[in-house]
């Protein structure tokens, strides 16, 4: 290694104070001589070009006497000003053969502008004043203030804006606890309750504010919603009197993407993929691939990646995928048999793990890294709670211009289920209002089954697969020509876990084991409880035959009349609706899961054992009523996927500008012009969670898998990924 040395320096001794202020006094005079030195010979240049002007606009500087005594150096000063001057003559003389071809330019401000010019030739010409009083008076001329006087109206404030009372203390209090209504809802008190605390402080500053903005002075009784408003109004007044513009929170990016051209991009991130035959990998892939068929924006669908143990613990019969590229071949054959149509859209993979405690596929990183940032513009979550329980990275918010979540599962329902359930479902509960409340716009949920989250509402956007309404058509054809059709009696068809409705099944048929004699059932399905439920059965000596699990499309289901599911857990069964769709009886619990079914006149609800026994004999004596055409509609994923589009405000988003475009036209609107306080707090909440799930430990105490907060090398080498230490490098000293 070679050692730097710093050359040596010879050390004087320190000087006295009169030698600091002497040499000090040095410096400051020589600076001055030169400041004059260069005043004085811009002073003479200009001077000569003043003069050579009001001789001729085509000669060159004049030198004067003074300036013949001056040094050579500023001669070639001088010099070198005659290679411009002799351009400008050039141009000159160019502007006036063209004059001379067109005509002079009449132009009013033209022809005033050179009527002053020549007024200012003849005062310099008048005049022995120094330039210094030379641009003092124009400065101070007529012309000068009139080009000041019109900058200043094209720059003047609205006069709207000026004499703003600014904001009291009721205002301020009243605006604090309006943002604060969906906080304070998490923490028990009730929005009615909020929004009576608003009006009161409302009135007390009524007669300071409101009847600024009511026209006549306004009426002194005011609903909520016009109070709302009012208040909005005129927070935005004074702050646009100050012209303050905010244009993002706290917590919040500010910088989204605005996506340019004619097409938006749609990002559906789901839990699951097939072969898995899961309604969170089935519904997924449908919804993107009649988003797509429309053609209006482009579409991408990120499914889990799963390493080859994990393939083998979810993969029915063993089937296993070397790569992401074979998994995708598999995924668009399976899609393209059911659907009758080329879909066109892209399919993605992120890293997943297989988790055995909670029977799901858990994400390992983060997901939003796998959307492009030029992709970033619409997400739609399947199971938002499922996808951020652990998720550690970039806000889905932040990096996206409107979040959507749909809600599939009621996991609160199946975790009372287990040891220590009520205390489970309590935390549970809570963390699915946080992940939600901070990482998505808006909520959908297929039922009012699930939890009340955030910002959501229930609507229904699933439809049923394509090939199910065909089965259907072909039955009610047959009927009608005199044809049998149902020549089977009754069946259920279910993943077999207890909590999928087989605990419901067994206790309502062993309680009613001298009504339902002769009376037999098929149960079709595989799963984790299946040796337990066929046990159970046989002990209680139930008329119940065990199947394999099938696709509810097999030829050897379509001859069967009526489907009993009596599940309370879902969410919204989508085998409930395949049986619909093929014509068959339904036979369910009258539960706020099959809400959207029971419009159907062949869906038979129940609410006690009692009638469950009556609605069984009455769907076996009885034959089902074909679909009508709107009936039909109204289980095709055209429907669902418009109500999709209504509910979830896609369709005004893909219809209009964009928000960040609306706030560039605007300048200032409602939105833009206040600090969203509940914003705010959903980033803060944002920043907790992400704070939090970045700790091993606390992701391990609250059941997350081990090292899944980054992918490991297997995902790497699938998915041809760089190592998560290369991807987010920490740097340390």
Not at 479 to 489: A, C, D, L, T, Y
Not at 671 to 692: C, I, K, R, T, Y
Request: proline share 6%.
């Amino acid at each position: 290694m070679i050692n730097f040395r710093p050359p040596e320096t010879r050390t004087r001794p320190p000087a006295g104070w009169q030698e600091v202020r002497s040499s000090a006094d040095a410096d400051l005079q020589l600076i001055k001589n030169r400041a004059n030195k260069f005043k004085n010979i811009a002073d003479r240049e200009l001077e000569n070009f003043l003069n050579s002007a009001s001789i001729s606009p085509f000669t060159g500087p004049v030198i004067t006497a003074s300036a013949a005594n001056t040094p050579p150096a500023e001669i070639d000063f001088v010099k070198k000003l005659r290679p411009k001057l002799s351009e400008f003559r050039r141009a000159n003389e160019r502007i006036k053969e063209e004059r001379g071809q067109f005509g002079e330019f009449d132009w009013e401000p033209i022809r005033a502008f050179k009527t002053r010019l020549k007024e200012l030739e003849v005062e310099i010409k008048g005049t022995s004043s120094s330039p210094a009083e030379i641009f003092e008076g124009i400065k101070n001329s007529e012309f000068v203030g009139k080009v000041k006087s019109s900058l200043k109206s094209i720059c003047k404030e609205p006069e709207e804006t000026k004499g703003v009372p600014p904001l009291d203390v009721p205002e301020l209090l009243a605006y604090l606890v309006r943002q604060s209504s969906p906080f304070l809802d998490q923490i028990g008190i009730r929005k009615d309750v909020s929004e009576k605390i608003v009006e009161s402080l409302c009135s007390k500053g009524q007669n300071k504010f409101l009847l600024h903005s009511l026209p006549g002075g306004g009426s002194s009784l005011i609903d909520g919603d016009i109070m709302s408003d009012e208040l909005d109004l005129r927070i935005a007044s004074v702050l646009q009197s100050t012209g303050h513009c905010y244009d993002g929170g706290f917590w919040e990016d500010s910088t989204k993407q605005h996506l340019p051209g004619d097409k938006r991009h749609v990002a559906i991130v789901t839990t699951a993929s097939l072969p898995w035959m899961t309604g969170t990998a089935v519904n997924p892939l449908f919804r993107a691939a009649y988003l797509a068929k429309s053609e209006k924006q482009n579409v991408t669908l990120l499914v889990p990646w799963l390493c080859k143990s994990d393939q083998e613990l979810v993969y029915p019969n063993q089937l296993t995928f070397s790569s992401p590229e074979a998994q995708e071949l598999y995924i668009r054959t399976w899609l393209e048999e059911r659907i009758g149509f080329k879909a066109d859209f892209k399919i993605s993979f992120y890293p997943g793990k297989f988790s055995k405690a909670r029977r799901s596929i858990l994400p390992a990183g983060d997901t939003s890294h796998f959307i492009p940032s030029r992709d970033a513009d619409i997400a739609i979550l399947e199971e938002p709670e499922h996808l951020n329980w652990y998720h550690h990275g970039k806000r889905w918010t932040d990096k996206f211009n409107h979040v959507v979540g749909i809600v599939h599962t009621n996991y609160l329902e199946y975790i009372k289920r287990e040891k220590n359930g009520a205390l489970q479902a309590f935390f549970v509960k809570h963390i699915n209002n946080w992940v939600t409340r901070a990482y998505c716009d808006k909520v959908l949920r297929l039922s009012a089954a699930t939890q009340d989250l955030p910002r959501s509402l229930v609507c229904n956007v699933h439809g049923v697969n394509p090939k199910f309404l065909k089965i259907g058509e072909k039955a009610a054809a047959d009927k009608q020509s005199g044809q049998k059709v149902f020549s089977k009696g009754a069946y259920f068809l279910g993943k077999m876990v207890w909590a999928k409705g087989y605990r419901e099944l067994i206790d309502l048929l062993s309680k009613h084991k001298t009504e339902f004699d002769g009376f037999n059932l098929d149960v079709f399905g595989n799963g984790e409880d299946a040796h337990e439920v066929q046990s159970t059965a046989k002990r209680l000596n139930l008329n119940v035959n065990f199947m394999k699990g099938r696709d509810h499309a097999d030829d050897s289901l379509h001859g069967y009349k009526v489907f009993i599911n009596p599940s309370i857990s879902d969410v919204l069964c989508t085998a409930t609706a395949e049986a619909l769709a093929m014509g068959k009886f339904v036979v369910c619990a009258d539960h706020p899961s099959n809400e959207f079914f029971q419009a159907f006149p062949n869906c038979l609800t129940y609410k006690t054992p009692e009638d469950f026994v009556a609605k069984v004999e009455e769907a076996m004596s009885s034959e089902p009523r074909p679909l009508t055409p709107e009936e039909q509609y109204k289980l095709s994923w055209e429907a669902a996927t418009q109500r999709f589009m209504e509910y979830s405000d896609i369709d005004k988003i893909l219809s209009s500008e964009t928000t960040l475009d609306r706030r560039r036209r605007k300048g200032m609107g409602k939105s833009v012009s206040m600090p969203n306080l509940e914003g705010m707090v959903d980033g803060g909440l944002a920043f907790a969670h992400n704070w939090l799930t970045g700790n091993e430990f606390l992701r391990l105490c609250t059941g997350a898998i081990p090292r899944s907060r980054d992918y490991d090398k297997e995902h790497c080498n699938d998915l041809h990924l760089l190592p998560p230490q290369v991807q987010n490098p920490i740097y340390g000293w």
